[in-house]
Structure formats: structure tokens, C-alpha cells
């Protein structure tokens, strides 16, 4: 389900700008899940997009004013009714972690695959979306097998005290029990 170039067969792809090579010798090993919804709290629209895509109009929303020019992205994000879109390659370094560590291993971006889910950290995330997620996960553990359950994790864990997505509603271990399930 993913091919040589890196692409998810099952996405949408949507183009970023906004990554770059991992460097030499990294092995992808982490899956970081996020959320995002923009303006926050609202789903749907094609902010996300224009978003991770360098494209966001600060005059839409005065909370774009203040994130237009950030140049961030994710490798994936999938929308509340399950759709993913693919932003960058899994073979690629997508810039959603930031300052970041993972068991003493700093910087993230370096080796991890970013995952987000549209939604806010206070609204249950749907079915749909658990679904795309667990086969998802399940093909990047096909193509990256150093990505183990213990090796999944949220944004809130690597960058703690700055960030809390996906926040407390993730419903973990219905996620883990459905990776388990497929496996």
C-alpha cells in the first residue's frame, strides 16, 4: 500500500513544500499522531490543506494571520468522514514535531512519520477516523518495521509542556487494541 516513492496508494496527494531529505542514516522508527483544525475548533474547509501547503490566506481568519507563514507540514492527515491526504513522502522529513524527543533521541522529524487527525483535543475522534488510522498504521508498519506499538506515539509525549495533541479524548488503547486486531 505504500510505494517505492514513498506515497500511501490510498491517499489523496496533496503536495508540500514544506519538508526535506532526513538526514544520512536515519531510520524511520516513530509514528508521532497530531491533531489540527482550522480556525481551531472547526472541521471541514480546505484550510488544512492550504495550510501544509504554503497557500493559507491570512485575511480569511485572524488566526491565520498569525500561522500563514509557519511552513509546517505532516506526512498525512485524516479528515473526521476517514479520507487521507498525503502531504510528503514517508521517505521524506515532513516538519511536524518540532523541538522534539523520543526515549533520549532528540529531534524527531529525523526518524518519525507524522500523522494528523483533524480534529481539537476536547472532541472524540470518529470511527472513520480510528479506521484510516489503524490501516494506515498497519501499512507504514509493513514498509518500516522499527515502527513496533511501543514506537507510536502522540505529540504531547515528545514535546510536553508545549503541546497536548492529540489530546486526552484519543482514545489509545481502542487504537492499539484494533492494531492488534489487524495484525
Not at 488510522?133 to 498497519?138: D, H, V
Not at 509525549?157 to 503541546?163: F, G, T, V
Request: with cysteine; aromatic share 12%.
Amino acid at each position: 500500500m505504500i510505494d517505492d516513492n514513498g506515497w500511501y496508494c490510498a491517499a489523496r496527494h496533496v503536495p508540500s513544500p514544506f519538508f526535506d531529505q532526513r538526514p544520512p542514516g536515519q531510520d524511520v522508527s516513530l509514528l508521532v499522531v497530531h491533531n489540527i483544525s482550522l480556525p481551531p475548533g472547526q472541521f471541514g474547509g480546505p484550510y488544512i490543506e492550504q495550510f501544509f501547503t504554503g497557500r493559507l490566506n491570512p485575511d480569511t481568519h485572524p488566526f491565520f494571520a498569525v500561522i500563514h507563514k509557519m511552513g509546517v507540514s505532516a506526512h498525512c492527515l485524516i479528515r473526521r468522514d476517514g479520507e487521507v491526504v498525503q502531504f510528503v513522502s514517508f521517505a521524506e522529513r515532513a516538519w511536524h514535531a518540532g523541538h522534539s524527543s523520543f526515549a533520549g533521541r532528540d529531534k524527531c522529524n529525523d526518524y518519525s512519520i507524522g500523522i494528523e487527525l483533524e480534529g481539537s483535543d476536547y472532541v472524540v475522534y470518529s470511527d472513520a477516523q480510528y479506521a484510516a488510522l489503524t490501516a494506515l498504521t498497519r501499512s507504514i508498519q509493513s514498509r518500516y518495521p522499527k515502527i513496533t506499538i511501543p514506537r507510536i506515539t502522540g505529540h504531547q509525549y515528545i514535546a510536553p509542556l508545549r503541546k497536548t495533541d492529540p489530546g486526552l479524548v484519543f482514545d489509545w488503547a481502542k487504537y492499539r487494541r484494533a492494531l492488534l486486531a489487524a495484525g
